[in-house]
């Protein structure tokens, strides 16, 4: 064996000093994230549930992580323009998606092929909350449970009770109801919950699944019945309306959720430094109050459980949305 000249041992020992300067480099920039600005992607026009609950997040985040953290709206198409955003971005941590049960694990169930891949192209970091939908009825209507809306339904003509449809993820909810619970309804589309709600008011359909925090205000005003919700548990914003599981359907159980995602890729630093201030986030009795005030309960930072439930909700729709012939093409 040669021993070694001055020569290779000098370049051993600069190879060496290389290593440990990139080395200190790379470490103060993951301890220093976010040291840029955030982009905080929304799949919905600003106003709604998710664009709320964004901004909510966004501000809490920017306080504790000491950097911008600043919304970005792309309505549209159900959020797939949001989604495909994001999961074409960097995996640097500075693009995030708060998205929604329906861009996750309801549009890989009703559209044909998506520009993405909810478990493939996105690291999921939290979820952030999860809210019930609220069987909806006008207030001069005579069922005041889901058994006197399931018997109306018996009486109506062949395609049953009109359902006003909001989007995707509500008309699955529905479809779970009547192949569970025995009941018939007709689907009608809307472009969105308030255009469902206006149906409502002016007796155009019978009853609608919505969204807690948009119908709360005309059911508290008495325009509009609460019949059930379709969480487990009752919402802690109308404690005296029933769950569904508890009218007659036992086991039925669908929350409306939205999560933090990330690029599939995102260094598991950065994802570890966001989760760590979200814990904290979540658990502050201010945020558990502005939650609670949309109708809706603190999430968690468990990622690998909020990962297992996007894939089981995803078999969930598919199936369903199969049984119902429900696809868009």
Same mark, same amino acid.
């Given at each position: 064996?040669?021993?070694?000249?001055?020569?290779?041992?000098?370049?051993?020992?600069?190879?060496?000093?290389?290593?440990?300067?990139?080395?200190?480099?790379?470490?103060?920039?993951?301890?220093? /994230?976010?040291?840029?600005?955030?982009?905080?992607?929304?799949?919905?026009?600003?106003?709604?549930?998710?664009?709320?609950?964004?901004?909510?997040?966004?501000?809490?985040?920017?306080?504790?992580?000491?950097?911008?953290?600043?919304?970005?709206?792309?309505?549209?198409?159900?959020?797939?323009?949001?989604?495909?955003?994001?999961?074409?971005?960097?995996?640097?941590?500075?693009?995030?998606?708060?998205?929604?049960?329906?861009?996750?694990?309801?549009?890989?169930?009703?559209?044909?092929?998506?520009?993405?891949?909810?478990?493939?192209?996105?690291?999921?970091?939290?979820?952030?909350?999860?809210?019930?939908?609220?069987?909806?009825?006008?207030?001069?209507?005579?069922?005041?449970?889901?058994?006197?809306?399931?018997?109306?339904?018996?009486?109506?003509?062949?395609?049953?009770?009109?359902?006003?449809?909001?989007?995707?993820?509500?008309?699955?909810?529905?479809?779970? /109801?009547?192949?569970?619970?025995?009941?018939?309804?007709?689907?009608?589309?809307?472009?969105?919950?308030?255009?469902?709600?206006?149906?409502?008011?002016?007796?155009?359909?019978?009853?609608?699944?919505?969204?807690?925090?948009?119908?709360?205000?005309?059911?508290?005003?008495?325009?509009?019945?609460?019949?059930?919700?379709?969480?487990?548990?009752?919402?802690?914003?109308?404690?005296?309306?029933?769950?569904?599981?508890?009218?007659?359907?036992?086991? /039925?159980?669908?929350?409306?959720?939205?999560?933090?995602?990330?690029?599939?890729?995102?260094?598991?630093?950065?994802?570890?430094?966001?989760?760590?201030?979200?814990?904290?986030?979540?658990?502050?009795?201010?945020?558990?109050?502005?939650?609670?005030?949309?109708?809706?309960?603190?999430?968690?930072?468990?990622?690998?459980?909020?990962?297992?439930?996007?894939?089981?909700?995803?078999?969930?729709?598919?199936?369903?949305?199969?049984?119902?012939?429900?696809?868009?093409?």
């Amino acid at each position: 064996m040669n021993p070694a000249t001055p020569s290779r041992l000098r370049g051993r020992s600069l190879l060496a000093a290389a290593a440990l300067f990139l080395a200190a480099l790379a470490a103060p920039a993951q301890a220093a /994230y976010p040291d840029k600005p955030v982009r905080v992607v929304v799949g919905f026009a600003p106003g709604g549930t998710n664009d709320i609950l964004a901004r909510l997040i966004s501000v809490k985040l920017s306080e504790r992580l000491k950097q911008s953290f600043v919304v970005d709206n792309r309505a549209g198409a159900n959020s797939i323009i949001a989604a495909e955003l994001v999961a074409k971005a960097p995996a640097d941590g500075y693009t995030l998606f708060v998205a929604s049960s329906g861009a996750m694990t309801v549009n890989p169930a009703v559209y044909g092929k998506l520009p993405y891949d909810p478990v493939k192209d996105f690291q999921p970091v939290a979820l952030l909350g999860s809210f019930p939908l609220v069987v909806t009825t006008n207030a001069a209507s005579s069922a005041k449970t889901m058994a006197e809306l399931k018997a109306l339904a018996a009486k109506a003509p062949a395609g049953g009770l009109n359902h006003g449809v909001a989007s995707s993820s509500f008309q699955l909810a529905a479809e779970l /109801y009547t192949s569970e619970g025995g009941a018939k309804f007709t689907h009608v589309n809307y472009k969105g919950t308030g255009p469902v709600i206006t149906a409502l008011l002016g007796n155009e359909v019978d009853l609608g699944f919505l969204d807690i925090a948009a119908v709360l205000p005309q059911i508290q005003a008495g325009r509009l019945k609460a019949v059930a919700v379709t969480t487990a548990k009752r919402s802690s914003v109308l404690p005296q309306v029933p769950t569904i599981a508890e009218s007659g359907t036992p086991g /039925y159980d669908v929350p409306i959720w939205t999560g933090l995602v990330a690029p599939a890729g995102t260094p598991t630093e950065v994802a570890d430094r966001i989760r760590a201030a979200l814990k904290e986030v979540l658990a502050e009795p201010d945020t558990v109050k502005k939650l609670q005030a949309l109708g809706m309960e603190p999430g968690h930072v468990d990622s690998a459980a909020f990962g297992r439930q996007i894939a089981a909700d995803i078999a969930r729709w598919t199936a369903l949305a199969k049984n119902a012939n429900l696809k868009v093409d």
